[in-house]
T-cell receptor
Framework: AQSVTQLDSHVSVSEGTPVLLRCNYSSSYSPSLFWYVQHPNKGLQLLLKYTSAATLVKGINGFEAEFKKSETSFHLTKPSAHMSDAAEYFCVVSEGEYGNKLVFGAGTILRVKS | NAGVTQTPKFQVLKTGQSMTLQCAQDMNHNSMYWYRQDPGMGLRLIYYSASEGTTDKGEVPNGYNVSRLNKREFSLRLESAAPSQTSVYFC?????????????FGPGTRLTVL
């Protein structure tokens, strides 16, 4: 069975410093992995996805993530945080060719200090 | 192009009342999904419809029913609401039901059951 663990429930950074949000997954098959962002009282927006092509994936707003099969990790990074990055971030895994059942991590709330 | 729309945005029910949450997408997607979001638990799949004419249970289907009315619309019904169903409900859609396609989310319905 697939599962996702987001290692930090809250992360706080200063504006202009790097962001690291950690995610480990468990999957029996070749997974697809996603990062979604949710701003307060809004729906979820896709940041980036990995579907077995390049292991370093670039997304919107300067975010990127690296798929490391040996470590079963898919950490999200950004070189320089902006105030508008403050939101909740979800790491998500999907496996199998059909059904596309997404399994969500519990979320990481990112706070950006000025 | 509105993407995924949901109605209503907010709803308050008394225990035992019924209601239907509506969802529509204009992206010509084949697959649609209903999730609930509770604090600290990410999103959990209630029901999904891989294609028009099919529906299947997700992780937490008890107390809910769904109808795939046509390719565009997918509704979620609570027959007898309970306080445990207080949550934020998200509808999503994807082009096909495979792990390669990301899901697009609506803005959510915030439901309170008293």
């Amino acid at each position: 069975a697939q599962s996702v663990t987001q290692l930090d429930s809250h992360v706080s950074v200063s504006e202009g410093t790097p962001v690291l949000l950690r995610c480990n997954y468990s999957s029996s098959y070749s997974p697809s992995l996603f990062w979604y962002v949710q701003h307060p009282n809004k729906g979820l927006q896709l940041l980036l996805k990995y579907t077995s092509a390049a292991t370093l994936v670039k997304g919107i707003n300067g975010f990127e993530a690296e798929f490391k099969k040996s470590e079963t990790s898919f950490h999200l990074t950004k070189p320089s945080a902006h105030m508008s990055d403050a939101a909740e971030y979800f790491c998500v895994v999907s496996e199998g060719e059909y059904g596309n059942k997404l399994v969500f991590g519990a979320g990481t709330i990112l706070r950006v200090k000025s | 192009n509105a993407g995924v729309t949901q109605t209503p945005k907010f709803q308050v029910l008394k225990t035992g009342q019924s209601m239907t949450l509506q969802c529509a997408q204009d992206m010509n997607h084949n697959s649609m999904y209903w999730y609930r979001q509770d604090p600290g638990m990410g999103l959990r799949l209630i029901y999904y419809s891989a294609s028009e004419g099919t529906t299947d249970k997700g992780e937490v289907p008890n107390g809910y029913n769904v109808s795939r009315l046509n390719k565009r619309e997918f509704s979620l019904r609570l027959e007898s609401a309970a306080p445990s169903q207080t949550s934020v409900y998200f509808c999503a859609s994807s082009l096909t039901p495979t792990r390669y396609n990301e899901q697009f989310f609506g803005p959510g319905t915030r439901l309170t059951v008293l």
